[in-house]
């Protein structure tokens, strides 16, 4: 498995090599990415913590199993920019170590190239995500 940092910097590079324009429409091509929720959690729409920091209701579940993560998503469909963080999210950090998920940098955002592209808040959605992640991993490993 490639690490978060690899894979971080390579997402990162594809961001970089475009325009800001075409970085949003990459983004949306990754919204479509995010796997459905496994039906232990879309018939128990309750299990999953909603991320507060988002315009748009984003929810997310974290498993911690003999030490690999495994992180569950959902977003609107109408709400494709925070569906492309989602996915993004979910790519980069799922099924890897709790150690690598809590170490996974904090500058995410910067490094994707994205604050000319999306607002603020967006952002900051993001960021609330990878937080709530991160706190959900540290509980339950």
């Known amino acids: 498995m490639t690490s978060i940092e690899q894979s971080l910097n390579d997402l990162g590079s594809e961001f970089a090599e475009l325009g800001v324009k075409d970085r949003l429409t990459l983004l949306l091509e990754i919204a479509g990415e995010l796997p459905e929720l496994p039906a232990r959690y879309a018939d128990h729409p309750d299990l999953l913590e909603r991320v507060e920091e988002c315009q748009s209701p984003v929810f997310l579940f974290v498993e911690v199993e003999n030490d690999r993560v495994g992180i569950f998503l959902t ?48 952002i900051n959605g993001l960021r609330g995500m990878l937080n709530r992640i991160k706190r959900q991993v540290a509980e339950k490993a």
């Open 75 to 122: 977003a609107p469909e109408e709400a494709p920019t925070t569906r492309g963080f989602a996915s993004i999210l979910h790519q980069l950090l799922n099924g890897h170590t709790v150690a690598e998920v809590l170490a996974a940098p904090e500058d995410i955002p910067d490094r994707l190239h994205l604050k000319d592209a999306v607002s603020l808040l967006r």
